[in-house]
């Protein structure tokens, strides 16, 4: 089992930033990809960013050129660094990391954003 801890959620305006955090904890070894979905009310969660294993990366094209992710490996943590900000960003954000075929979720962060 992997247990997944967001933070770093909140409250910002349009055009501000926020990193949100995730650690993972547990079964962690043989981790495949870890990354971040969103869920807006009313709409599917989609897929915001992963590091796939081996080092790729995939951005929903929404925010390509405005959020990164990236991975610290000592630290079993995965970062989304989120810049310019817009109110369509408004989401619960999920963590979610890859092992062994099954997949894993955290418990969510909420991110909105006020126009």
């Known amino acids: 089992q992997v247990q997944l801890v967001e933070s770093g959620g909140g409250l910002v305006q349009a055009g501000g930033s926020l990193r949100l955090s995730c650690v993972a904890s547990g079964s962690i070894f043989s981790i495949n990809n870890m990354g971040w979905y969103r869920q807006a009310p009313g709409k599917q969660r989609e897929l915001v960013a992963v590091?796939?294993?081996?080092?790729?990366?995939n951005y929903a094209d929404s925010v390509k050129g405005r959020f990164t992710i990236s991975r610290d490996n000592a630290k079993n943590t995965v970062y989304l660094q989120m810049n310019s900000l817009k109110p369509e960003d408004t989401a619960v954000y999920y963590c979610?990391?890859?092992?062994?075929?099954?997949?894993?979720w955290g418990q969510g962060t909420q991110v909105t954003v006020s126009a």
């Open positions: 979610a990391v890859k092992r062994r075929g099954s997949d894993y």
């Open positions: 590091i796939i294993s081996g080092g790729s990366f």
